[in-house]
């Protein structure tokens, strides 16, 4: 029984971990897609947003700066993809794709050029990277202290799927950009600035991005490598589109592809089933969940559509 | 006047304008990184040009990417988007690899057979999400993704697996029989210089003219770019739109296993255990981009990308970080997809001035 306890608490904690990179990302391509523009640039923006953390983390060697920097650079890429789709009416899935070249290229080429042409960052010093939360409050390997041996920031981002969806349902802002994203033109008849809500939306999901994949170097692991986000921007798509493009679908979403993570690399210690044939139950569950449970899931109506504005 | 006009509304004017400002923007990151354009870029068109036997090697790397090209534009054309074309290419991979592995034939027979399997694994791989689609209306792009992910996880546990695996091989699986192999005679290899050269690119060339033959000159092709285009009006006319959804996927498909066939029984001879998704299909999303999703352009654009992709794992030799190819790709890619707005501009401003 107490193994049990013990195991069930190491599977929480190994959700906790897994969960926050996609969830991060899951959130700003909430914003990104309800404002109707379709970001499959989320993988790319997370790299570059990886590879600033750890850089940021190396050099000055505090992991909130190192973070926030990573925001930024994400955010950049984001400017990158408003200015393509928005103001230069490119389409929404080129752009996108090519965020994916540039994100994960320009990463790896910089920590090449940086790092004597090493693909990988060294490895930072625990110290330079994100704090952890309740450490030493619960005896070592009871189950509290298995359960919230997390990253202090992993308890920010749930905070922050709830923020968000104060934002989206409670706040004009957040009305203005559901609106923008079904139906641009009434939105403009009644003088909202359609390109404003859009800016906003897409940078804020860069930025979120650029969070998430620093969460992988600056507490998950400790250093960059270009196998750092394998998919994780497509697995955020994955759970927005799952989560019917709200805020609170998105983070259920994202706890079950957390989990599956979680029983995999539990799963992954004990040699008895290929991990490979492990690794692939969140894809599979998802399938069968849409099939058996969800359904259609309404897309925004003016999701990947171009608007010009009408002066 | 009208020649001019006529230049301005080509997409291929722009797609070189595209392509000249990637190398510009590469040129300007590796001055960033201290290393001189001029020695990076002499090395990526020596790695190209240098020899004729390179010039073989960019045909082999162009191959599989021609036919992933030829999957995504394809699928463009017909109005839904193929983002799948990388698992899609992994099971043909897959499949070519262990019936190429496990069954002992003539190669006559054991070619056509290995080729057809493999379009039939991408085609079933790629009908399983239009099934989603229709009956269930689940989003492709989000079937798509999950299908990758399955393929690639199913890929590295068949590498694994006693009778493909090789002993003592690393993480790679036994070799693919000779008699599935699509390379050329031994004489013609050895006269080439070229050891893997192989009927890839033909195949590929072949496979382009009748997707544009399809496309173009068919009552089916017809079909498929009226329900691409306004799927209720094609409705009206009398077209069962479900149906030219999955008929578009299925060849679409069958195209990326394809792909993934020429790959394995043309270039490697055997499937290695990936830790990351390999990307063909990804790349595959660009070729057709800058091809302008017409099935022709794509053997361009596809042998653009393979000489590109050919001349940047070369680049390592002069200390130049290969990875300047995607960033350049990545620049062609975005400046093609802001060329919309200039094509407007300039049509604006012939007529202003035709006034």
């Known amino acids: 029984m107490d193994v049990i306890i013990k195991d069930l608490g190491l599977l929480i904690n190994a959700t906790l971990i897994a969960t926050p990179p996609l969830l991060l990302a899951a959130l700003g391509s909430c914003f990104s897609e309800r404002s109707g523009v379709v970001n499959i640039g989320i993988e790319g923006m997370m790299t570059i947003g990886a590879f600033t953390g750890a850089v940021m983390g190396l050099t000055t060697g505090n992991g909130w700066i190192a973070f926030f920097c990573a925001g930024l650079a994400g955010a950049l890429f984001g400017v990158i993809h408003a200015v393509a789709c928005i103001s230069f009416h490119a389409d929404q899935t080129i752009a996108g794709t090519a965020i994916n070249f540039l994100g994960p290229g320009l990463a790896v080429f910089l920590c090449k050029a940086m790092y004597n042409n090493s693909s990988d960052t060294p490895a930072m010093d625990p110290s330079c990277k994100l704090p952890k939360l309740f450490q030493g409050v619960f005896p070592a390997g009871s189950f509290w202290s298995n359960v919230l041996n997390v990253y202090s920031v992993a308890y920010l981002v749930f905070l922050l799927a709830l923020v968000c969806w104060f934002v989206f349902y409670k706040t004009k802002f957040g009305a203005h950009l559901r609106a923008v994203g079904e139906h641009p033109e009434a939105c403009e008849s009644l003088g909202i600035d359609v390109y404003k809500v859009r800016y906003t939306c897409v940078i804020l999901s860069g930025f979120l991005a650029g969070l998430g994949g620093a969460f992988v170097t600056l507490a998950t692991i400790n250093q960059f490598r270009p196998s750092v986000i394998v998919g994780q921007g497509f697995i955020a798509i994955a759970a927005v589109i799952f989560g019917k493009f709200s805020p609170g679908g998105a983070t259920k979403a994202c706890l079950l592809f957390g989990l599956c993570s979680g029983i995999k690399t539990l799963a992954g210690q004990s040699n008895t089933v290929s991990p490979n044939l492990i690794s692939m139950i969140p894809y599979i569950v998802t399938i069968l969940a849409l099939v058996l449970f969800v359904g259609k899931a309404h897309t925004p109506a003016a999701n990947g559509k171009i608007f010009v504005k009408s002066k | ?328 790709m990545g620049c062609v890619i975005l400046f093609i997809a802001i060329s919309q707005i200039f094509r407007v501009l300039f049509a604006r401003f012939g007529k202003k001035e035709g006034k």
């Open chain 2, 1 to 328: 006047m009208n020649k001019k006009k006529s230049i301005l509304d080509s997409n291929v004017f722009y797609t070189l304008i595209a392509i000249a400002a990637g190398f510009i923007i590469g040129a300007v990151f590796l001055l960033i990184a201290g290393i001189s354009p001029a020695v990076a870029y002499g090395k990526l068109l020596n790695s190209i040009f240098g020899k004729p036997k390179y010039l073989f090697w960019t045909l082999i790397y162009a191959s599989p990417l021609i036919f992933t090209g030829l999957s995504v534009a394809f699928s463009f054309r017909t109005g839904v988007f193929n983002i799948g074309a990388e698992g899609q290419f992994v099971v043909g991979g897959l499949t070519a690899c262990s019936l190429g592995i496990l069954l002992d034939l003539p190669a006559v027979i054991h070619v056509p057979l290995c080729i057809i399997a493999a379009a039939a694994a991408g085609m079933i791989w790629s009908l399983i999400v239009g099934l989603l689609k229709v009956k269930r209306g689940i989003h492709e792009v989000l079937s798509f993704i999950m299908f990758n992910w399955i393929a690639f996880y199913l890929s590295n546990y068949v590498v694994n697996l006693a009778v493909i695996h090789k002993e003592g091989g690393g993480e790679a699986s036994k070799d693919v029989l000779d008699s599935a192999r699509l390379l050329f005679p031994e004489g013609v290899r050895k006269a080439l210089d070229c050891s893997a050269a192989n009927w890839g690119i033909i195949m590929a060339v072949a496979a382009a003219i009748i997707i544009w033959i399809i496309i173009e000159k068919t009552t089916l092709g017809y079909k498929l770019k009226a329900v691409g285009f306004n799927s209720n009006g094609a409705l009206y006319a009398g077209i069962n739109a479900d149906r030219s959804v999955l008929t578009a996927l299925g060849i679409s498909g069958a195209l990326a296993g394809l792909g993934g066939a020429v790959q394995i029984l043309g270039m490697s001879g055997r499937l290695s255990q990936f830790a990351g998704q390999e990307g063909f299909g990804f790349e595959g999303i660009t070729v057709a981009l800058i091809g302008s999703s017409s099935p022709i352009g794509c053997i361009f654009s596809g042998l653009f990308y393979g000489a590109m992709k050919y001349g940047g794992s070369k680049l390592s030799i002069v200390k130049a970080p290969s990875e300047v190819v995607d960033i350049i």
